[in-house]
């Protein structure tokens, strides 16, 4: 998807610039693109525990006390998706209910949202999961 992004965009600066006829839709075909990009990528790094983090006052806990931060960090991030999920879900349910589309190629906004309430929903449970996994490993 980011290498149909990046040609998307070339052929559209190509278009504006020598032809004078951008693509129509270029940047809300890009918009959504990118969308997907990050909503579908947030499943894989939460089943890795890839999250950015920082650890400048915990990481001088007694390692005794490491595996239940972690699990009270996923259980903290599994609820914030959680919730972001369910928003993003009744977001997209109110932006079905009045057809929402984009401008230019009238694409349909609502599945977008869907798939990325979806992609948050099994980000929660992958993190929930992958912190229950190091817990019982420690």
Known sequence: MLLAMMG????????????GAPITGATELTE?????????GLPAVSLD????????VTEHLPSRLQPWR??????????M???????IWVYA??????????NSLRLP??????????CCAIG?????????RGLRRK
Do not use: K
Not at 32 to 40: E, G, K, N, S
Not at 49 to 54: G, I, K, L, S, Y
Not at 109 to 118: C, E, F, K, M, Q
């Open 70 to 79: 972690e699990l009270l960090a996923a259980l903290v991030s599994a609820a």
């Open 109 to 118: 906004i609502a599945p977008l949202g869907y798939l990325a309430a979806t």
């Open 93 to 102: 349910g109110q932006i079905a209910g009045y057809g929402g589309a984009t």
């Open 8 to 19: 998307l965009t070339v052929a559209d600066v190509l278009g504006r610039y020598l032809l």
């Open 49 to 56: 525990r890839d999250h950015v983090t920082v650890d400048i």
């Open 32 to 40: 959504m693109m990118l969308a997907a990009v990050i909503f579908l």
């Open 81 to 87: 998706l959680s919730v972001v999920a369910w928003r």
């Open 124 to 132: 929660a449970a992958f993190t929930l999961s992958a912190a229950l």
